[in-house]
């Protein structure tokens, strides 16, 4: 098994940022501009997403050619009009007749509670972000569509600590299989190789709670909006995949969320995987196997994004706090 570095170690695939300076928010996009095989699965009660009937294993189009992340909630939707813009002026899309339509699905995390609400992503962002786009190594933590991220808002946003963006690749007999995935979790992240709760829910003193014990103690989560958190990414491969088995794949990947995220998929939380395959290897994988390196990687994606986050006023980043946990 051979450790890579980040989502660009699946070949054919770029990774762009736009980090607004007015708030903390911003967008990420992930292009594939020769497109892919995608699929989706949601999970969360409360998503905000854009094209993800098109990719039902029945429905048509099979392939896409970006997929976003942002911040700004439904409004960072938007954000996905530049990403069309972008592509279209290259020549990139679906063609239809004489016309060309790029494919852009997306999904948005809720980020309003930080800052002036009325600055969200929009089309010059998802633009903005396309121009950033390389296949190399991308920022990780407090960037893009991590900007505006906070995780442990069980009992309320006044006790969270900052999330961010975070990738992860492995690669394991000639096959990758990458994440990216963007931590805005009403619950607690947590390493799933031993134990440690890394950020989530404090305590009045600042400590670490630890949100599943302290309810289990008895200790009643805070009333919270629906659609007031999110964790959102894509897991990717080189792998030869058609469109049902990358819906299976982005359903697997969720055990990753699972794993590093407690709790997760709640009311409130608009949970979305997406996949992609590009099939760049020229070979066809077994999905037991994929599905198992899909949710280790999206598990290492959500540890890397709070370990890379960097604090705002009110909301530490785990590298700032002591991960001792009240009693």
């Known amino acids: ?56 294993p029945e429905n048509t189009v099979d392939r896409v050619h970006a997929i976003l992340l942002s911040g700004g909630s439904a409004f960072g939707l938007d954000a996905a009009s530049g990403v069309m813009r972008w592509l279209a002026e290259r020549g990139h899309g679906l063609r239809v007749g004489l016309a060309c339509v790029p494919i852009v699905p997306a999904a948005v995390l809720f980020d309003l509670w930080l800052g002036d609400p ?32 906070s995780v442990g808002k069980l009992f309320g946003p006044e006790r969270a600590m900052k999330g961010g963006i975070g990738t992860a690749a ?10 990216m995935v963007a931590v805005n979790a009403v619950g607690d992240v ?28 008895g200790r009643l989560p805070a009333r919270l909006l629906n659609g007031s958190a999110t964790t959102i990414g894509v897991v990717a491969t080189d792998a030869m995949l058609g469109k049902a088995q990358a819906c299976k794949l982005a359903q697997m990947s969720h055990d990753g969320l699972a794993r590093s ?19 760049g290897s020229g070979r066809s994988a077994d999905l037991t196997l994929l599905g198992t390196l899909a949710a280790e990687v999206t598990a290492q994606a959500v540890l890397n994004a709070v370990r890379h986050a960097v604090g705002l006023p009110g909301l530490p980043a785990a590298a700032e706090l002591s991960a001792t946990i009240a009693p």
């Open 1 to 56: 098994m051979a450790i890579e570095t980040d989502i660009t170690a699946v070949a054919g695939l770029k990774v762009g940022h736009f980090t607004d300076t007015r708030r903390p928010t911003g967008c990420t996009v992930i292009l594939c501009e020769q497109g892919m095989v995608a699929g989706v699965d949601v999970r969360g009660a409360a998503p905000g997403t854009r094209e993800t009937d098109l990719l039902r």
């Open 118 to 149: 009325g600055v969200t992503p929009d089309a010059d962002a998802g633009y903005a972000a396309c121009e950033a786009a390389r296949a190399a190594p991308p920022a990780q933590g407090s960037v893009g569509a991590g900007s505006g991220a």
């Open 170 to 179: 492995v690669c394991v007999d000639g096959i990758t299989v990458a994440a």
């Open 261 to 279: 995220i407690n709790p997760v998929h709640t009311p409130s939380d608009g949970d979305v995987m997406f996949a992609l395959a590009s099939g």
């Open 190 to 217: 947590i390493d799933p190789a031993t134990g440690q709760l890394l950020a989530g829910a404090r305590d009045a003193q600042g400590r670490l709670l630890g949100s599943a014990q302290a309810m289990l103690h």
